[in-house]
Structure formats: C-alpha cells, structure tokens
C-alpha cells in the first residue's frame, strides 16, 4: 500500500475535518532546521501531504492528479462534472477509491456513451502528441465554451466580508501546515454551509462541486456564492460555471481571461477579497458593456 510518510523523519497524521474521511494522512509531522535566529524554534512542522491520484473510468486511466488524500470521493465526482467527462451526476455509477503502491486509484464506472466519448477524446489528443497544442484544433480544444450561468443578484458587500472573515474556521489543512487552498459554498447572507481544501486550487473547488452536488443534486448551487482562497483564473471560472455557480470570489487577483469568461458567462466575479474591501470584476445581474 502506498505511504507517502516513509521517511523516519516525518510522521503522519490523520485530518481532514469531520466530514472529510480520508484514504491516507493529510497531515504529516516532520524534523525541520529552523534559521534566522528565531527564540524558541520547534524542531518539527506540520506539513501538508501530497499524492498521486488517478482518474481511472471503466479501468481506462484518463488522468493523474497530485492532491491531498482526503474527500476523493467528492474530488472523482467533481473532476468528471467540470471536465466534461459526464453531463450529470446519475451518470457516475459507481466508485471505489484504492490505495496502491504507487499512489492512489479512483476506480469509477461510468455511462457506455461518456465513456465512448471520452475515449474518442483521447484518440484526438494522442495523434497530437508530436507537436503539443500547436494548432488551431488543439487551441480550441484548450479554452472550452464556457456555458452561461443563471442570472442570480450579486452577493452583497455585508456577505462577501462575512464569508472572508469566517473562510479560516473552515480550513483546518491551512491552519497546520500553510500550504493547501480552500473553496466554500456560501449562502446570501454569507455563512458558509460547505468547505473542501486541497494542496491544489483546481482540486479543492472539483471537491466542494462533488460534495455539494453528492448531498444537494440539482439545487446544489441555486442560492449562494464560491469562495476560493486562491486567484481567480479561466479554469476556476469555467469550473464553476459548468455546474452553474453564478458567482465566484476569490481572495487573490483574476487573470483577464477569467474576467472575459465571467461577462460571457452572466457570472459575477469578484476578486482581492480581503478585509474592508473587494473589487468587482464581473456583475451576473448587470453585466458591464465595455470589452477587455
């Protein structure tokens, strides 16, 4: 079985959250050298875990993915939504989550025709592989069509700041190691209601979709806002607009893309959310006319 905390330095620990079960450690526990004349130093840190997962459907291995072992199965389920791989959840028939020697398998059986279109897929992308995205084809197969949002109001100012001021109770991965980024489902007045954190940005927002979809269904995204704790980017915009969140924050900065994706999308998007101020980038209710 694989054991990312071989190293007789490092120990592991077992967190995630109560509502997190993890196949593996998250947390480990390692002998550090702490310089620059810091009093009373520990000798040890808490560090984050990272390992391999791969997305493996109808035993064909589609992806692998390097994450926190924790929530798979919300990550396996989120990963097909936003990825394309299936329409809908009902498609996902079942999943088993196996730890190997070389890291971690979601083992998930899907539909006959999300296979068969994944496969086709695949096919494309490996008569590719001599010359990488280089052509108008793979370009577009690159940045998907992000799909439009419902028109929902913009999250007021008073939530926004509820949601930031509470976003750290809700990650308690960042809190010991400082290392994994954190996504939230947030109700209209700003209490978050569901939380999901990962070494990467892409993960812990595929593993909020998963849960939030898995204990929701078709309401999974109709009141409320995303908080990330990362910036906002064209692939966290898509993402979430796929699953039809119609607005998404995020503690850091957007890229231009994801602002461009936003207005297309009906989507608001806000970002810089720090405490006392936050920049509007995007309105769903009142999307701005001028172009980037």
Same mark, same amino acid.
């Given at each position: 079985?694989?054991?990312?905390?071989?190293? /007789?330095?490092?120990?592991?620990?077992?967190?995630?959250?109560?509502? $997190? /079960?993890? %196949?593996?450690?998250?947390?480990?526990?390692?002998? %550090?050298? @702490?310089?620059?004349?810091?009093?009373?130093?520990?000798?040890?840190?808490?560090?984050? #875990?990272?390992?391999?997962?791969?997305?493996?459907?109808?035993?064909?291995?589609?992806?692998?993915?390097?994450?926190?072992?924790?929530?798979? #199965?919300?990550?396996?389920?989120?990963?097909?939504?936003?990825?394309?791989?299936?329409?809908?959840?009902?498609? *996902?028939?079942?999943?088993?989550? %196996?730890?190997? #020697?070389?890291?971690?398998?979601?083992?998930?059986?899907?539909?006959?025709?999300?296979?068969?279109?994944?496969?086709?897929?695949?096919?494309?992308?490996?008569?590719?592989?001599?010359?990488? +995205?280089?052509?108008?084809?793979?370009?577009?197969?690159?940045?998907?069509?992000?799909?439009?949002?419902?028109?929902?109001?913009?999250?007021?100012?008073?939530?926004?700041?509820?949601?930031? !001021?509470?976003? &750290?109770?809700?990650?308690?991965? $960042?809190?010991?190691?400082?290392?994994?980024?954190?996504?939230?489902?947030?109700?209209?007045?700003? !209490?978050?209601?569901?939380?999901?954190?990962? @070494?990467?940005?892409?993960?812990?927002?595929?593993?909020? =979709?998963?849960? !939030? =979809?898995?204990?929701?269904?078709?309401?999974?995204?109709?009141?409320?806002?995303? +908080?990330?704790? &990362?910036?906002?980017?064209?692939?966290?915009?898509?993402?979430?607009?796929?699953?039809? @969140?119609?607005? *998404?924050?995020?503690?850091?900065?957007?890229?231009?893309?994801?602002?461009?994706?936003?207005?297309?999308?009906?989507?608001?998007? =806000?970002?810089?959310?720090?405490?006392?101020?936050?920049?509007?980038?995007? !309105?769903?209710?009142?999307? /701005?006319?001028?172009?980037?």
């Amino acid at each position: 079985m694989f054991r990312p905390s071989s190293n /007789p330095g490092v120990a592991a620990m077992a967190t995630c959250g109560p509502d $997190q /079960p993890n %196949v593996l450690p998250a947390v480990c526990k390692t002998l %550090v050298e @702490v310089r620059g004349g810091i009093n009373g130093a520990p000798g040890s840190d808490y560090v984050a #875990e990272e390992v391999p997962v791969a997305m493996v459907y109808n035993g064909v291995s589609h992806a692998v993915m390097m994450a926190s072992p924790c929530a798979l #199965e919300d990550f396996g389920l989120g990963f097909s939504l936003t990825e394309g791989i299936l329409d809908h959840p009902e498609q *996902l028939f079942q999943w088993d989550v %196996v730890a190997g #020697e070389q890291g971690i398998s979601l083992e998930m059986h899907i539909a006959g025709e999300c296979f068969a279109r994944l496969k086709k897929q695949r096919r494309n992308m490996a008569g590719r592989t001599g010359c990488g +995205l280089c052509g108008t084809e793979s370009l577009a197969h690159a940045i998907r069509a992000t799909p439009r949002v419902p028109t929902r109001p913009a999250p007021a100012d008073e939530a926004v700041q509820r949601a930031l !001021r509470n976003l &750290s109770d809700h990650q308690p991965l $960042q809190e010991q190691t400082g290392a994994t980024h954190g996504a939230a489902w947030c109700d209209n007045q700003g !209490r978050i209601q569901q939380a999901r954190e990962d @070494v990467g940005r892409h993960n812990a927002l595929d593993k909020l =979709i998963g849960a !939030r =979809i898995r204990d929701h269904g078709a309401r999974a995204f109709d009141d409320g806002f995303v +908080l990330i704790s &990362s910036r906002a980017s064209y692939e966290m915009v898509q993402k979430s607009a796929i699953v039809g @969140v119609s607005s *998404l924050i995020a503690v850091s900065a957007a890229t231009a893309l994801a602002i461009r994706e936003a207005r297309k999308a009906g989507m608001t998007l =806000i970002g810089f959310a720090r405490p006392g101020r936050h920049v509007i980038y995007a !309105r769903g209710d009142d999307q /701005p006319s001028e172009e980037m």
